[in-house]
């Protein structure tokens, strides 16, 4: 029996390690739809070999192994490792494919660096949190062998003109019009508070870096990446203030667009995006 949100246009293994994703009735399996496009491709390249970096409890490695993926892991919380350890081996993986490991510090984990031969590395959840993005980044394209894939998770700053709360305001005046006259800046916020829902999201929300998916390959090939690919994933079929009262419209609604991915409207209506980028075969020296 297929999982109900495993899509016809998947391919088999994609579908397959869909299968094994259980009950998602609770909460929106965001991550998935980024797995199921990051295993296309790395079944597209005939990937096998891939570290996910921020491991955490391992909650991507029973999807990605089940595809036939071989997978490693490192983690910054000891505690996330020791969960990690225990669940790759079940994987038929020894509990040393999980490590310690901060991603910003290169010297911090020697072994995977004399190593530096994976086909594919995954990243959920840490550029956005990164202190220094570009040796966050430039430490990940290490990690892979030349022509190897990364696959970055970024959250979209451009979903802030879906979300019509004080995200919005922000990135009209701080990104759209920075530059503009002071009279005409004032105009704009007085013309938007009264409409936006300033709000939301609550202050109690912690601090994480947006990214421009129109902007941000350019930091890609600054860090040594090529081939660079933006993969939106997390649609919203209405601003997610509306999603109390919609309840299972906005969820299908939303799920029905992930199945289906038209290519421009992800940029807005997705709330994070994939960085697919590709360590190159021939490195110019810097
Ligand atoms: C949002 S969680 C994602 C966990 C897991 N990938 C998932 O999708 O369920 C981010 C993970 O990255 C780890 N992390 C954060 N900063 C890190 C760093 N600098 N180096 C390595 N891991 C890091 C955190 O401990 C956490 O487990």
């Not at 966050?136 to 003109?161: D, I, K, W, Y």
């Not at 409207?265 to 709330?271: H, T």
């Amino acid at each position: 029996m297929p999982h109900p949100l495993a899509s016809d246009a998947m391919d088999d293994v994609a579908r397959s390690a869909y299968d094994t994703l259980g009950d998602l009735a609770n909460g929106y399996p965001a991550n998935h739809f980024a797995l199921q496009q990051v295993l296309n491709v790395l079944q597209e390249h005939g990937a096998r070999r891939l570290l996910e970096v921020g491991v955490g409890q391992g909650n991507a490695i029973p999807v990605l192994a089940s595809a036939g993926i071989e997978m490693s892991g490192m983690d910054i919380k000891d505690e996330l490792v020791a969960v990690s350890r225990e669940r790759i081996q079940e994987y038929g993986r020894p509990a040393d494919a999980v490590c310690w490991g901060d991603i910003g510090d290169a010297t911090t984990y020697p072994s995977l660096r004399r190593k530096a031969d994976f086909d594919a590395l995954l990243a959920l959840g840490i550029l956005p949190h990164a202190q220094q993005e570009l040796a966050t980044l430039q430490n990940m394209r290490a990690l892979l062998r030349p022509g190897g894939t990364a696959f970055v998770e970024c959250r979209n700053a451009l979903f802030s003109l879906f979300t019509f709360n004080r995200y919005s305001a922000d990135f009209i005046l701080d990104s759209l019009l920075f530059d503009a006259p002071a009279e005409a800046r004032d105009a704009v916020r007085e013309f938007l508070e009264p409409r936006l829902r300033m709000d939301l999201p609550p202050a109690s929300v912690g601090h994480a870096t947006y990214h421009n998916p129109l902007e941000v390959p350019a930091l890609f090939r600054a860090a040594g990446f090529t081939d660079i690919v933006i993969r939106p994933f997390h649609y919203h079929v209405a601003p997610p203030v509306l999603e109390g009262q919609l309840g299972e419209v906005f969820r299908d609604g939303s799920l029905a667009l992930e199945n289906e991915p038209s290519g421009w409207r992800g940029l807005f209506l997705c709330s994070a995006f994939l960085v697919q980028a590709t360590r190159p075969t021939q490195e110019v020296p810097a």
